[in-house]
């Protein structure tokens, strides 16, 4: 079946430490997105990519990184610049990253990453 | 700027109940808008969308939402409310202006709950 994975479902970072969550889809996607999600205040863009080696910042796009390899890969670095990162993270891709604004987006299942 | 409002961060109703989920939106051109629904600990899926065609629009599960330019809305609603429906919703109006990129911009969600 086509869709997008995100690993780990869950996540713990200690201080000062790098993390990186993996998101893959098997779609044949060219965007991909990430999102933070944290109670009340809804979805907010960290980065997303039109495609391969290529990407922009998005709204919160402080304290991450990406990269965009491979068509089918979008990892999201958390650095120790990041200085609250618990949140639910979504990874979401769409077909065709340079048009179409009315593209549906399809969605992983998430990653709830935590500080210990 | 794009934005979007959900009036009503929490919203209850009894089964068979009419559901009325209320966005607004702020948009310099015209507006693709989008409904997502999220079951807990999952990822999003949408709804339904607005593209400049009907402004009645049918989604999954006898989700509609009808598109106001006058009132600047997209409220969601849906003439009897299941037990399953007990999600979070969000409104979502598309970022760009031009064809570079389909980011969304979401409201912060309204969380529906349904009582028997």
């Known amino acids: 079946d086509g869709g997008i994975t995100q690993s780990p479902k869950y996540l713990f970072r200690k201080e000062g430490q790098n993390v990186t969550l993996s998101c893959e889809q098997n779609l044949n996607h060219d965007a991909m997105y990430w999102y933070r999600q944290d109670p009340g205040q809804g979805l907010r863009l960290i980065y997303y990519s039109q495609i391969v080696n290529d990407f922009q910042k998005g709204d919160i796009a402080e304290g991450y990184s990406v990269s965009r390899e491979k068509k089918e890969s979008f990892p999201l670095t958390v650095t120790s610049a990041q200085k609250n990162p618990t949140a639910f993270y979504l990874c979401?891709?769409?077909?065709?990253?340079?048009?179409?604004?009315?593209?549906?987006?399809?969605f992983g299942s998430g990653t709830q990453l935590s500080v210990l | 700027a794009q934005s979007v409002t959900q009036l009503g961060s929490h919203v209850s109703v009894s089964e068979g109940a009419l559901v009325l989920l209320r966005c607004n939106y702020s948009?310099?051109?015209?507006?693709?808008l989008f409904w997502y629904v999220q079951y807990p600990n999952q990822g999003l899926q949408l709804l339904l969308k607005?593209?400049?065609?009907?402004?009645l629009v049918k989604g999954i599960n006898d989700f509609e939402a009808e598109f106001k330019k006058s009132e600047t809305s997209f409220h969601l609603t849906k003439p009897s409310a299941h037990m399953s429906d007990a999600a979070e919703y969000f409104c979502?109006?598309?970022?760009?202006?031009?064809?570079?990129?389909?980011?969304?911009?979401f409201g912060k969600g309204t969380t529906l709950s349904v009582s028997s």
């Open positions: 979401a891709s769409s077909v065709a990253g340079t048009g179409l604004r009315n593209e549906k987006l399809f």
């Open positions: 607005y593209t400049s065609a009907a402004t």
């Open positions: 948009s310099s051109v015209p507006p693709y």
């Open positions: 979502a109006v598309s970022e760009s202006a031009n064809q570079a990129g389909t980011a969304l911009i």
